[in-house]
T-cell receptor, first 115, second 115 residues
Framework: AQTVTQSQPEMSVQEAETVTLSCTYDTSESDYYLFWYKQPPSRQMILVIRQEAYKQQNATENRFSVNFQKAAKSFSLKISDSQLGDAAMYFCAYRSASGSEKLVFGKGTKLTVNP | EAEVAQSPRYKITEKSQAVAFWCDPISGHATLYWYRQILGQGPELLVQFQDESVVDDSQLPKDRFSAERLKGVDSTLKIQPAELGDSAMYLC?????????????FGPGTRLTVL
């Protein structure tokens, strides 16, 4: 079974600075998808960024980018120019490219943005 | 922008009582997921529907939990009888047609407290 580990329960960053959230995963599959979801307090979880395992190029969405290291099974999220609205729980998730469509989530990292 | 709707947002019940949660997916989305998120953990899939059919309910505690999506649109998740360990956030998500490339859109969740 696949597992996702987020080793940082909490992180903090100053507004306008850069922060990196870590995620590692374990799988025997060669083709899969990785995601970062953001869950603001009392609001729904939204997709931040997605990475296909067969793509070597790291995904980027505006201020959000990932560092995908397939051999190391590492998938970190970098948030540049942090804003107060980035404060939330961030979940790393895994999804198989075949078989089960369920998302396998890590335990999350709580990000605080200080003004 | 279309969103996944869930009700109620909060539910407090006593042990051994029955509770039910409702989810209305984004219009036209064929795939519906129910996840359970225990405090301090990431969400875990309980059940997945494709239209009105159950695709995956391997993690659903079938002795007390039931889920239905009779017309392939909205869905109800029921717990009877509720136990203290059922206290959690229950998240509903939907996607257009399922499949590993599809994005799952989450609702705001129902927070259940069992006393």
């Amino acid at each position: 079974a696949q597992t996702v580990t987020q080793s940082q329960p909490e992180m903090s960053v100053q507004e306008a600075e850069t922060v990196t959230l870590s995620c590692t995963y374990d799988t025997s599959e060669s083709d899969y998808y990785l995601f970062w979801y953001k869950q603001p307090p009392s609001r729904q979880m939204i997709l931040v960024i997605r990475q296909e395992a067969y793509k070597q190029q790291n995904a980027t969405e505006n201020r959000f980018s990932v560092n995908f290291q397939k051999a190391a099974k590492s998938f970190s999220l970098k948030i540049s120019d942090s804003q107060l609205g980035d404060a939330a729980m961030y979940f790393c998730a895994y999804r198989s490219a075949s078989g089960s469509e369920k998302l396998v989530f890590g335990k999350g990292t709580k990000l605080t943005v200080n003004p | 922008e279309a969103e996944v709707a869930q009700s109620p947002r909060y539910k407090i019940t006593e042990k051994s009582q029955a509770v039910a949660f409702w989810c209305d997916p984004i219009s036209g989305h064929a795939t519906l997921y129910w996840y359970r998120q225990i405090l301090g953990q990431g969400p875990e899939l309980l059940v997945q529907f494709q239209d009105e059919s159950v695709v995956d309910d391997s993690q659903l505690p079938k002795d007390r939990f039931s889920a239905e999506r009779l017309k392939g649109v909205d869905s109800t998740l029921k717990i009877q009888p509720a136990e203290l360990g059922d206290s959690a956030m229950y998240l509903c998500a939907s996607s257009l047609r399922g499949g590993s490339t599809d994005t799952q859109y989450f609702g705001p969740g129902t927070r259940l407290t069992v006393l």
